[in-house]
């Protein structure tokens, strides 16, 4: 039986892969390694006689730029309350879902953020961060921040997880309103 359209079928001819041609003779191929040779040495006298750009780490702390995007941390207000209202924006914005986010009613005895809600849990998985900041962005109360702290290495992937006690900025510290010294 034959099929219509598959009576006529073309044979695909194949590419043969071919070394390069032979040089016209022996001498102008040792010419051109030699060439070759000189010009990768140029390379390395060249970042010989440069001075170093080694930096002794833990004594030496280095220069980080401006955008640097490190480790999370969740902000507070002044008054201590955390800025974080638990809405789950930066869980939902994040593209490797490293966040995961519960949130709460705000207790009215004990307001732990400003809004009827917050976080009442918050857990990112420092593991699988790519630290692109949509997090940040999709915050609304500006909660979620990428701090400079770039020393994540640990030995332990469950110390990789931090949760929210971790990630929160500590409390600011206030004078007392009563107090005796002047200023």
């Known amino acids: 039986m034959v099929v219509p359209g598959y009576e006529r079928r073309e044979t695909v001819a194949f590419v043969e892969v071919k070394s390069p041609p032979p040089p016209a003779n022996a001498l102008s191929g040792a010419v051109a390694d030699v060439t070759a040779l000189a010009r990768g040495l140029g390379v390395t006298l060249g970042y010989m006689f440069q001075k170093p750009v080694t930096v ?47 949130g709460a009613e705000n207790p009215p005895d004990a307001p732990v953020s400003i809004g ?13 961060c790519i630290f692109c900041g949509f997090c940040v962005e999709a915050c609304p109360t500006e909660a979620l921040q ?10 332990t992937r469950e110390s990789m997880i931090y949760s929210k006690e971790t990630l929160l900025a500590p409390a600011p510290k206030r004078e007392a309103t009563d107090s005796w010294m002047p200023g």
């Open 146 to 155: 990428l701090k400079k702290v770039f020393e994540l290495a640990d030995y």
């Open 116 to 128: 009827e809600r917050y976080a009442k849990t918050y857990i990112v998985n420092m593991i699988r």
């Open 56 to 102: 002794q780490y833990p004594e030496e702390r280095p220069r980080i730029s401006a955008r640097h995007r490190g480790r999370h941390e969740l902000e507070r207000h002044d008054n201590g309350l955390e800025k974080c209202v638990g809405c789950e924006l930066c869980a939902l914005a994040c593209p490797s879902k490293a966040i995961f986010v519960e």
